[in-house]
Nanobody, 125 residues
């Protein structure tokens, strides 16, 4: 079992940067593929980024490619999402998720077993 707690969200201006953190408890974190998702008001939860168990592989949604970077520190049981050049359309609650069954996670939320409570990000123009 892995428990996830996100932090680092906030209110920023367009063009600013934020770094989200997701701290995990449990000794199986390093064997979990991790993902980031977001959900804007009135919209479905959407995939943002995924990172493999070791951190050597990552991939991103088209909408954030080139602006967001995910990384992880397995010694600290933490995964990060660095968000640069933020846009108003990035406004959402951001969630980290863990998949203990795959080397790297998918883009489908229902394949992840563990979820954090979410951290809100608001980007104003």
């Amino acid at each position: 079992q892995v428990q996830l707690v996100e932090s680092g969200g906030g209110s920023v201006q367009a063009g600013d940067s934020l770094r989200l953190s997701c701290a995990a408890s449990g000794r199986t974190f390093s064997s979990c593929a991790m993902g980031w998702f977001r959900q804007a008001p009135g919209k479905e939860r959407e995939f943002v980024a995924a990172i493999s168990q070791s951190g050597s592989s990552t991939y991103y949604s088209y909408s954030v490619q080139g602006r967001f970077t995910t990384s992880r520190d397995n010694a600290k049981n933490t995964v990060y999402l660095q968000m640069n050049e933020l846009k108003p359309e990035d406004t959402a609650v951001y969630y980290c998720a863990g998949d203990p069954r795959r080397v790297i996670g998918t883009q489908k939320a229902n394949t992840y077993a563990y979820w954090g409570q979410g951290t809100p990000v608001t980007v104003s123009s």
